[in-house]
């Protein structure tokens, strides 16, 4: 039997009473350890939507953030289009079509009227769509779910109710039950992470050099004309990201910058269909004018089509325009690493939150440093926008694909879309951008490689970190500590038992980690309370305060050991303003309170006095209900007590650092996977201490080695 999970915030708990023969209430049991309870909520985080006024507002500030990367594209086009020159006029109006009727389609039809519905409560991108099909179906890697995830208020997912149950129900079945397609789908998310992660050091490249490239207009030679600009382009991509550490403030775009999750689908259609759909079909109709006049241009239209009083004003907001749209680009790889961080799929890097007034806003010191040299790297080299707008390309387009499939598959599974309209999608958007995704591989050797390698390199990082986790985590799984186990250790006569809290994290979500027996083998001596901490990512943005802790007491309550389960979404705060330690400790405080643990104490207690009661003790039942809450309130006190006399003697943090090596008879690809591979990121990078603000006095780094 063990005790009831509980969000400890919740004023209701779900403990189901009956009459057992007619004399006494008793309580709902769980006969394993493992068991998680059922605590049902309703949701309190219900609210109207935002007034007119509020979408309008949103409306705005998402023209600068949101359409940043295709706002600067005029800048560069054409230029990269036409390489060789305009070899008949002709060719104009073929370009200007191709560019109509893809802005239409992709851009305002796809994203703007279709994907932007597949929004993981307000956040976008690759990882936002696997987190919606891991809700819906079983297709994650690790077997960590728990009943409880699913009654976290913005978990459950809108569905439709129609009569096209039977084909979403076969996908999911299919999906579920191949573990192929499980790591097909990993995988593919994974590569359109590193392509979005490439586009983050392609897009400021180009849109620097391409708004840069007026100042050749000050420059005495043409050659004298491209090291400027390249000089020039550099030292903004440096300050770029030198400011970065500081916010998006530094850079002029707070104002604009508000976290894509802020927005409303309202608020970006309208932006979109008003303003940024329109301004793009005159910017381009109008540059193809002007080159039908003046075909030897074409390399440097935006500029030359401007009247000469406004030359220099429009250079100065080409160079705004396109440090907006880098630092669009910078904050969401920042964002998107932190969701793959947080879902076990990218190596522990520093994440800091540069923005109180706004969430989401995030700061990788590692990545901007890596993106930093990137980008100096490639716009050195290449010089030119033609062959970056080559590796842009690829980078974009094998996004906007990846995107497709999964919309597909949410299509069809989640929203239950009718067939023919699914099929008009892959025939219309999915042929249009494989035509796109052939004609771009053409490119391949003049930079069309670039995306591509690096997109390989990340690939293997994420694919070596996350299988590494998954075999720890099946380790820890396997080799758990059983309740009797437990309570074996706890009780044996070689332990010592001293006043104190000890906080013991692993990342195990069913059971004791193996690593707590290794811990008391070496050192006899446990703390009068312990809690077991683990950590968990949810497949969803954001976990509400008030239902982040679940809390129980473990099997045979007179251990004063509790299990503490922390969830988190993958852009939560794991810094929040009150210190980790002092939360969960008030947390836990108030599970005890609630009296959970000293129910199941009580019922313990009265299953005993059961045995020896006979048909001729019935008088006794009524006297019975009230000693049976009086003792309940006895150990709530008794309880309590022990936890502040605990508290008072101090708190230490247990940090298990597991050590993995292959195990004996493992291959060769297995033993460069985890003797080198995940070895070299795990003493590369950020330790687990450093992820919560745990203080370093009080903390002592358990280690075990897992033979894998």
């Not at 313990?604 to 009661?613: C, I, L, R, S, W």
Request: proline share 3%.
């Amino acid at each position: 039997m063990s005790s009831e999970v509980v969000g400890v915030e919740k004023s209701h708990q779900n403990t189901e009473h009956h009459h057992d023969h007619g004399l006494k209430p008793s309580f709902r049991r769980n006969d394993s350890l493992d068991m998680e309870s059922r605590t049902f909520t309703t949701s309190a985080h219900a609210s109207k939507g935002p007034s007119m006024t509020m979408i309008l507002h949103l409306a705005f500030q998402s023209i600068g953030i949101v359409y940043g990367d295709i706002g600067t594209s005029p800048l560069y086009v054409y230029a990269s289009t036409f390489t060789d020159g305009i070899k008949h006029n002709d060719d104009i109006l073929g370009v200007l079509s191709l560019i109509l009727y893809t802005i239409t389609l992709l851009p305002l039809v796809k994203y703007v009227l279709i994907v932007l519905r597949a929004n993981d409560n307000g956040d976008g991108g690759t990882f936002a769509l696997y987190s919606l099909i891991c809700r819906y179906a079983k297709v994650g890697l690790i077997p960590n779910q728990q009943v409880e995830d699913a009654q976290v208020s913005n978990y459950q997912l809108e569905l439709p109710k129609n009569n096209r149950m039977k084909r979403a129900s076969w996908l999911k079945s299919k999906l579920e039950k191949s573990h192929f397609a499980k790591l097909f789908l990993l995988l593919v998310t994974m590569l359109g992470t590193s392509m979005v992660i490439g586009d983050g050091i392609f897009t400021p490249c180009i849109s620097v050099l391409s708004s840069v490239g007026g100042i050749k207009e000050a420059a005495s030679s043409i050659s004298d004309g491209i090291d400027l600009v390249v000089g020039v382009s550099i030292g903004i991509l440096i300050c770029l990201f030198m400011v970065q550490r500081f916010g998006t403030d530094t850079v002029g775009t707070e104002a604009l910058f508000a976290d894509v999750g802020h927005f409303t689908v309202r608020s970006i259609q309208i932006s979109m269909c008003s303003v940024t759909y329109p301004a793009l079909i005159l910017a381009y109709t109008g540059q193809a004018s002007f080159l039908r006049r003046n075909n030897d241009l074409v390399s440097e239209t935006f500029y030359k089509s401007i009247p000469n009083p406004l030359y220099w004003p429009m250079f100065v907001l080409a160079v705004l325009a396109s440090i907006i749209a880098s630092q669009a680009l910078i904050s969401g790889t920042f964002s998107i690493i932190q969701q793959s961080l947080s879902l076990g799929c990218f190596p522990r890097v520093k994440i800091v939150h540069t923005s109180a007034k706004y969430e989401g806003q995030v700061y990788i010191p590692e990545i901007n440093f890596i993106l930093m040299i990137a980008c100096v790297v490639v716009t050195a080299t290449f010089k030119n926008t033609t062959k970056i707008g080559n590796a842009y390309g690829i980078a974009v387009v094998f996004v906007m694909t990846l995107t497709s499939a999964l919309v597909v598959l949410i299509m069809i599974m989640i929203w239950k879309t009718h067939i023919l309209l699914v099929i008009s999608y892959v025939l219309i958007i999915g042929s249009l951008e494989l035509v796109y995704l052939c004609s771009v591989l053409y490119k391949f050797k003049e930079g069309g490689y670039l995306p591509l390698a690096f997109a390989v390199v990340l690939m293997t990082i994420m694919y070596i970190w996350n299988d590494v986790y998954r075999r720890k985590y099946y380790y820890e799984l396997d080799h758990k500590i059983s309740p009797e186990k437990l309570k074996e250790i706890a009780t044996g006569i070689d332990l010592h038992r001293m006043p104190g809290l000890a906080l013991f994290y692993s990342e195990l979500v069913q059971g004791i980690p193996p690593i707590f027996k290794h811990y008391v083998a070496n050192v006899p001596a446990l703390h009068s309370v312990v809690v077991f901490v683990s950590i968990k990512s949810l497949p969803i943005s954001k976990v509400p305060l008030e239902e982040r802790f679940l809390f129980r007491g473990v099997e045979h309550g007179e251990l004063n050991v509790f299990r503490c389960v922390v969830r988190y979404g993958y852009t939560d705060v794991r810094n929040e303003q009150e210190p980790f330690e002092s939360l969960l400790v008030r947390r836990l405080k108030a599970f005890i309170a609630d009296g959970i643990l000293a129910s199941q104490r009580v019922l313990q207690d009265d299953d005993k006095a059961e045995e020896t009661m006979n048909g001729d003790e019935v008088d006794g039942v009524q006297e019975g209900g009230s000693n049976e809450e009086r003792l309940k309130q006895e150990a709530i006190g008794k309880e309590m007590e022990a936890f502040e006399k605990a508290l008072g003697a101090g708190i230490v943090h247990l940090i298990g650092e597991s050590e993995v090596i292959a195990g004996r008879g493992a291959g060769i690809v297995k033993r460069v996977l985890i003797d080198y591979g995940y070895n070299f990121l795990k003493k590369n990078l950020r330790q687990s201490d450093k992820v919560f603000d745990i203080p370093h006095k009080r903390m002592v780094k358990v280690g075990m080695t897992y033979e894998l």
